[in-house]
């Protein structure tokens, strides 16, 4: 492990060429924030504030990270996820001098000695995924809140335990749900967590998917994109839901709906994408088809209960990389991807660059809102905010632009009939 104290810890310093050679494949997708990058270059807003950040440290990541430092800012960075660093990438951080500390493969005491270690020294702006860095400010290091000026979360699950915290008056500065944006749930969510779980699942198994009894838990937006693509691959998809709607929504897109007790019977391969734990326990795991195939791709790693699955194994070995095989006391065998992480980050490398160009111009923009009221002595009160509407078209329309399309815009008399309500028929 290559360290120096007070500014970074990763797996390998001779990782660096390599990791520089991802990051700027991802800038090549990555026009939006390449775009603000170059703008905000010039003037350097950042300069003299101090953005900590705990999200998962992939190609996307870095490009997101060095546009922040290239804008003035004081970087300090570490993974929101013991499986998901790419060490490639956290090596050419490092040697860029950013404090960075992650690698892929850490315990659960070691993930939080990272994030304590970003905030060693103060800082004035925290970045969120899944809300950990946030939670230890609040719940170890209370202090540091008089001195941040504000925060972002790039999650669902994340956006929903901030939102309960403010209701409870328990947040201590505002935080922008980047999530909640329309050119980050819309995209990164549905399609990037469909393509990038289907990847994951792939390269930890490279079985066929046409064909498979394939079952999705949960169909929100994550869960919808996983369907949609796996479907496209000639999957019979089933659908698990607990809210009506969703289930009605899957079942007029095509797709099977039924409880995971009747799935489990049939299912061959297993996706959760809920927020919720528990989704997969030890009485469905009992029912499932020898060679049945398990993964989540929810946030926390509390979708399936792989304690229960244990208890009613005999034997457990690595197969194939994030592959795991238990063979059952009934003697089946069912294969865990990813230790029930998050299988599109551990097993694959995350969502495609060009979804995560929209979700970090959404950061960016965030932490240049923040810091532009503070300056000007806006509303820092402690609440969730989400990002103006019309910043959404304005990422939509560059994100267009440079894939070369052109859309219409309303004539005059256009906008008129827009808001004229006496028209009639
Ligand atoms: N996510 N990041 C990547 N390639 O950097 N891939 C996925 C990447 C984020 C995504 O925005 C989602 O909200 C979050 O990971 C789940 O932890």
Request: glycine content about 10%; overall charge negative.
């Amino acid at each position: 492990m290559d360290h120096k104290e007070g500014s970074y810890k990763v797996r390998d310093l001779g990782l660096a060429d390599a990791g520089r050679l991802r990051m700027e494949w991802a800038e090549t997708r990555m026009p939006v924030l390449k775009r603000l990058r170059e703008e905000f270059s010039q003037t350097k807003p950042f300069e003299g504030y101090r953005i900590t950040g705990c999200l998962h440290v992939t190609k996307e990541t870095g490009v997101l990270i060095e546009t922040f430092a290239a804008c003035g800012a004081e970087v300090a960075w570490s993974g929101c996820n013991p499986l998901s660093t790419n060490d490639e990438v956290a090596a050419a951080l490092a040697v860029a001098g950013i404090e960075i500390y992650a690698w892929y493969g850490m315990n659960t005491e070691e993930f939080y000695w990272c994030i304590d270690r970003t905030i060693d020294k103060p800082p004035h702006l925290t970045l969120d995924d899944g809300a950990d860095l946030i939670f230890t400010v609040h719940n170890r290091h209370r202090h540091l809140a008089d001195t941040i000026i504000g925060g972002s979360e790039e999650t669902t699950t994340g956006v929903h335990r901030l939102r309960a915290m403010a209701d409870d008056g328990k947040l201590l500065y505002p935080v922008y749900a980047v999530n909640d944006a329309e050119t980050k749930w819309d995209f990164d969510n549905v399609y990037g967590t469909g393509q990038s779980t289907l990847d994951g699942i792939l390269r930890s198994t490279s079985v066929l998917l046409a064909g498979k009894n394939f079952v999705v838990a949960g169909y929100g937006h994550c869960g919808r994109g996983v369907a949609m693509r796996a479907a496209g691959m000639g999957a019979n998809v089933i659908v698990t839901e607990v809210k009506p709607t969703a289930a009605l929504k899957a079942t007029l897109e095509g797709h099977r709906v039924m409880t995971m007790d009747q799935a489990a019977e049939i299912g061959q391969i297993f996706v959760t994408a809920t927020g919720m734990r528990d989704v997969i326990r030890g009485r469905h795991f009992a029912k499932m088809q020898d060679g049945a195939i398990i993964c989540n791709t929810g946030h926390y790693d509390v979708e399936l209960n792989l304690q229960e699955l244990a208890e009613i194994s005999s034997d457990t070995r690595m197969v194939r990389p994030d592959n795991r095989e238990y063979t059952l006391d009934n003697g089946n065998r069912i294969f865990v991807l990813a230790d029930g992480r998050l299988v599109n980050l551990a097993a694959a490398e995350g969502h495609p660059s060009e979804v995560m160009d929209m979700s970090f111009a959404n950061q960016f923009m965030a932490h240049l809102n923040l810091i532009r009221a503070h300056e000007s002595g806006g509303d820092l009160s402690p609440r969730i905010i989400d990002l103006p509407v019309e910043l959404d078209q304005h990422i939509g329309a560059i994100k267009l632009e440079t894939m070369g399309l052109s859309i219409d815009s309303l004539t005059e008399e256009q906008v008129a009939y827009e808001s004229d309500y006496a028209a009639g028929t």
